[in-house]
């Protein structure tokens, strides 16, 4: 047999008006705050990114790419001449300058530019705007910059190296024209290492103690809740 106590009637409207309340209340956001520190992330990121050229990690990341190759039995060169400029892009966004470093492969008979967005710090700006703007000690937030900055330039020139390789074997044992390999052995997969190299990355962070999932989550409830409350201003349903 189960029982039941019955509230007071006043008691029971003081209860109800509690939980409707507290149903409309607005979640922690500070908006002041959320828009500034969204505003400096930004500003960091796109600052990181479009600050330099990245010659001066483009080449590192040929010569160790190079060496991968030559290391398998791939022969390659240095790239002759300068990147076409319909690679170079436009604007404050341009990926490739005079200096831009390629790699040569004779047996595919192309050219593979090594250019700004080939070396992951379109993902790695971001992250570090994240790391900055995340609540945690600086100095975790410089020792995660770091390491973060390392393992990145790492994964990406192994990257680089296995995508040339499947380029070569595409073309090589499967008979892929030339552009036809680069777009399965680069264009596909890249989509895919980048995704998965994302997510390890973020935990890779996380690991060190400073919570980007969680400050990027914030910023996705945030919109969300603004979202909501801007249609149910629209249609008066608050």
Avoid at 65 to 94: C, K, Q, W
Avoid at 162 to 180: D, K, V
Avoid at 200 to 224: C, H, K, N, R, S
Wanted: net charge negative; proline share 4%; aromatic share 16%.
């Amino acid at each position: 047999m189960a029982t039941t106590t019955a509230l007071p009637t006043a008691e029971l409207t003081k209860e109800v008006h509690e939980y409707k309340t507290q149903s409309k209340a607005q979640p922690p956001y500070n908006d002041p705050y959320m828009i500034v520190t969204f505003i400096i992330f930004s500003s960091i990121a796109l600052g990181i990114y479009i600050v330099t050229d990245y010659v001066w990690l483009e080449k590192p990341t040929r010569d160790i790419a190079r060496m991968l190759l030559s290391f398998v039995g791939i022969e390659n060169h240095n790239a002759p001449g300068t990147i076409e400029d319909f690679l170079r892009g436009e604007g404050i966004f341009y990926e490739a300058v005079d200096e831009t470093p390629g790699i040569f492969i004779p047996t595919t008979n192309t050219k593979y530019w090594i250019v700004k967005a080939c070396t992951g710090m379109q993902a790695g700006a971001l992250m570090l705007g994240l790391i900055a703007i995340s609540h945690a000690k600086w100095t975790r937030k410089v020792i995660a910059s770091i390491i973060f900055f390392m393992t990145l330039f790492i994964g990406n020139t192994l990257r680089i190296a296995f995508h040339l390789l499947l380029t070569y074997i595409l073309h090589l044992y499967f008979g892929l024209a030339p552009q036809e390999a680069f777009y399965w052995g680069h264009d596909v997969t890249s989509k895919i290492i980048g995704f998965f190299g994302t997510l390890f990355f973020a935990w890779l962070i996380e690991q060190m103690g400073v919570p980007v999932i969680d400050t990027f989550a914030d910023y996705v409830d945030y919109v969300l809740w603004r979202l909501s409350w801007i249609y149910h201003k629209v249609t008066n349903k608050t």
